[in-house]
């Protein structure tokens, strides 16, 4: 495999991002005015960091913070593939207000080098879909969700978290608005702002209460109304598009996902006599 690097922008949150694959190229001594989270992949790399070495195996996560120098290049044979996600000072500066509702404080990150299950699946996950600019709600809740909880675990000054207070009626109206505008794109600060809740706020709390993040539950609600199309009758891509869905690919892997079926295994199992619904 030849070198490779992709980079990104998604402007819904304006965040970079890569992906790259190296096999002999190694990044000079550099910096930069922003965070660095990046994943390895696959392979092993290594990079030199305030005057010490680090080697970072598969699934290891690096943590870098803006303005110190660091090295970067292949420890393996066969070089190494990582993702890499690049947070402004201003995303971090947002979490850290979301998470205690202390303005302009600048996290620190005081872990180099992170080994956890759990962290490593929100950077795959985010870096994911900020790369496919996947639906606005689950965006922006995973970017929202990963940068607290990279803050909570790694900040040099762990934030304590506002406690969650009887959100009930807020939840109720979040998951109407939901129900009511699942055919549209959704972002996370349009949701918050109905019910009068800081993003990262609501996440807590409506995960909290319902068990799902609100992107889930978006998704759930989509999924549930295609059933109804789909027991009537309607062509799949014309129901993937009614239900809010870009490409009938992605009704199929949610659908898949929630119902344990594809559409279509679905529709040949339904029986529709008169054009009605079972």
């Known amino acids: ?88 000072v201003g995303h971090m ?75 009930h009626t807020a939840v109720q109206q979040a998951k109407t608005y939901l129900e009511d505008n699942f055919d549209r794109p959704i972002s996370l600060s349009e949701l918050a702002d109905h019910v009068a809740l800081s993003p990262y706020y609501l996440l807590r709390v409506f995960h909290a209460e319902v068990g799902l993040p609100p992107h889930a539950y978006l998704q759930d609600v989509r999924v549930r109304r295609a059933q109804r199309l789909i027991e009537l009758g309607q062509p799949l891509a014309d129901v993937a598009l009614a239900v809010g869905f870009s490409h009938q690919s992605h009704l199929t892997r949610r659908f898949k996902r929630i119902v344990g079926l594809t559409p279509g295994h679905y529709a040949g199992q339904i029986q529709t006599p008169h054009g009605s619904p079972p």
Not at 39 to 51: D, K, N, R
Request: charged share 20%; aromatic share 10%.
């Open 93 to 167: 500066q947002t979490a850290v207000h979301q998470l205690t509702g202390q303005h302009n404080a600048i996290p620190y990150f005081r872990d180099v080098r992170i080994d956890d299950p759990a962290t490593t699946h929100s950077v795959w996950a985010l870096h994911e879909a900020l790369s496919q600019n996947g639906e606005p709600l689950e965006t922006e809740s995973r970017f929202m969700a990963t940068l607290a909880q990279l803050i909570k675990r790694y900040g040099e000054v762990r934030p304590v978290e506002r406690p969650l207070g009887q959100e």
């Open 1 to 88: 495999m030849n070198e490779k690097r992709k980079f990104w922008h998604n402007s819904q949150l304006d965040v970079s991002l890569l992906r790259a694959y190296h096999r002999e190229y190694a990044y000079p001594r550099h910096g930069h005015d922003h965070y660095v989270i990046c994943l390895i992949e696959q392979g092993v790399q290594s990079f030199t960091h305030q005057g010490t070495k680090y080697v970072t195996p598969p699934s290891g996560l690096i943590l870098i913070n803006p303005g110190i120098v660091h090295t970067g290049e292949p420890a393996s044979d066969g070089g190494f593939q990582m993702r890499s996600i690049y947070p402004t």
